[in-house]
């Protein structure tokens, strides 16, 4: 038996082969569509391998091809790829299936010895046709380079969606043209004494064009009719005065950062304190305009408007306003997508997809919340926080991160879940897929995003790629353990702080 190589996320299929394999020199040939070419390439040169691949390179010998190309054949997204003595193949059933392909094939010369590729055969396609990752940079603005970095790091792992938090309390992070005091007076600041900042249009289009070069997807989320304090400084007369509950004052002792105050920045960590006016018209405007301009800037068919924590807005109010808001996202011909909480309504949009962010066995009725979305014909996208969200600590002692989502969120359970299992009556069809969300209270800069994420962002790609678990012998943490220390080189050769 020959060891299989070590792969996150777990591919479908993969058959070694017990025969020489291909040894990669620089006089191996690199042929086939130009974009797959490229994506090779540079992941050949991140890895620093001195073999002499290039674009522009015409080997002299038969050092063997390596032949990337698109066939046509099988599912959307799906890829094989063949290693043998006389060159390496890999075919997508679509350019994102050769993409994958790549990226699978990275992976597997990062660890072969002396650029000995071992004698393979793979056959991949992932299970969720949906895999996301969110970063929040709203609490903390994250600069166009960022994002571009960090939907390298998610492409490579074969995630199809970026979900970009675009507004919350702390600030508002895309200009608008109809409401451009939004960015004007409320974008300055970030959570603690931290710079703020925002996209221009432009920079926003610069970032759904760098991830559709990488076959990723962004899902703009605009978070309505909570988390919307940074509107009561560019147009207070639509928000309410903040709510001082005691859940709100508890989170204002626990974090700091002071109370909220009514058009003044707010720095601090507590949430569900600001609503917008549910009952004028003036809101309805509002939402209508900013929600129309970021569907013109959007490609993608998502459109998400949030609806978490809305705890400062009676629920009849909110039920109201998530109802009316699904159906103007549908009437600009999006699908709108919404934290799970929006399930309180019974008159969402028809296909309004919901977003679970309980834990892997629900508590307090999300779980109920959620099945709504399936009646009303929609389907789910599971992020349960205390096992993907990638910014709860990973160990107790861990210099960022929070903790409520039952404390401490190791490697193991991050991996230890199974999608199908988490919310009785949401079965497999019913699952749109999975996503990771990175929200960015303690979260500054590159290297922080890369110290959370890493390495449990793999588990989280194989939870919405790989085979459902006890249907793959590899598809269990033992096996995920030991393949790790061969991923964690490789992403540590790309340049991630992982
Ligand atoms: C909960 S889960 C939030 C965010 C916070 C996050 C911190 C959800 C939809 N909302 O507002 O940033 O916890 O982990």
């Known amino acids: 038996m020959v060891a299989a190589p070590s792969l996150i996320p777990l591919p479908l299929s993969v058959t070694p082969v017990d025969a020489p394999g291909l040894a990669l020199t620089a006089e191996t040939e690199i042929t086939g569509e130009t974009d797959a070419v490229a994506a090779l390439h540079g992941i050949l040169l991140d890895l620093d391998l001195d073999l ?7 080997p002299a010998g038969d050092g063997g091809h390596v032949e990337l190309s698109v066939d046509g054949d099988g599912d959307p997204e799906s890829y094989r790829l063949e290693v043998d003595a006389s060159g390496v193949r890999v075919r997508g059933a679509d350019a994102a299936g050769l993409f994958y392909g790549v990226q699978t094939l990275g992976q597997l010369v990062a ?27 709203a609490r903390h603005f994250h600069p166009v380079e960022t994002v571009e970095a960090y939907i390298d790091r998610a492409a490579g792992l074969k995630f199809n969606h970026l979900h970009l938090h675009l507004s919350d309390d702390q600030g508002w ?28 249009q432009d920079d926003y289009r610069r970032i759904v064009a760098y991830a559709a070069a990488r076959h990723m997807t962004v899902v703009p989320e605009i978070d309505l009719p909570g988390h919307t304090h940074a509107v009561s400084l560019a147009y207070p007369e639509l928000t309410e005065q903040p709510v001082l509950a005691p859940h709100v004052l508890e989170t204002v002792e626990a974090y700091g950062g002071g109370i909220p105050t009514h058009g003044e920045p707010y720095r601090g960590l507590a949430v569900g304190f600001s609503s917008l006016r549910i009952h004028a018209e003036e809101t309805y405007a509002f939402v209508t305009d900013v929600l129309r301009e970021l569907a013109d800037l959007t490609p993608g068919h998502y459109l998400h408007i949030g609806g978490d924590e809305a705890l400062g807005t009676p629920a009849a109010d909110y039920a109201a306003f998530v109802a009316r808001v ?25 296909g309004t997809v919901g977003q679970y962010w309980g834990f892997v066995t629900p508590t307090d009725g999300m779980d109920d919340k959620t099945r709504t979305f399936v009646r009303r014909g929609g ?19 861990f210099p960022i991160g929070l903790t409520w989502a039952r404390g401490v969120t190791s490697v193991e359970r991050a991996y230890r879940w199974e999608p199908v299992e988490v919310i009785d009556g949401v079965a497999e069809a019913d699952i749109l897929g999975v996503e990771a969300p990175l929200w960015t209270e303690t979260v500054r800069d590159l290297s922080d995003i890369d110290a959370l994420a890493f390495p449990r962002i793999g588990a989280a790609a194989e939870a919405g790629w790989s085979p459902r678990t006890g249907t793959h012998p590899d598809r269990t943490w033992e096996s995920f353990r030991a393949r790790l220390p061969v991923i964690s080189r490789y992403w540590r050769r790309r340049g991630y702080g992982a």
Do not use: Q
């Open 326 to 350: 699904t159906r103007i996202v549908a009437d600009l011909g999006k699908v709108p997508v919404a934290w799970h909480e929006a399930g309180a309504a019974t008159d969402l949009a028809p």
């Open 111 to 137: 660890a072969a010895d002396a650029g000995l590729l071992p004698s393979v055969r793979i056959a991949d396609a992932p299970r969720f046709a949906y895999r996301g990752v969110m970063l929040d940079v």
């Open 379 to 397: 389907r789910v996208i599971l992020s349960p926080a205390d096992a993907v969200y990638l910014d709860m600590k990973p160990t107790d002692d």
């Open 173 to 200: 992070r895309l200009a608008s043209a109809s409401r451009p005091l939004l960015t004007e007076r409320a974008s300055g600041t970030s959570v603690g004494d931290d710079p703020g900042g925002f996209y221009t």
């Open 52 to 58: 002499g691949f290039g674009l522009d390179r015409a």
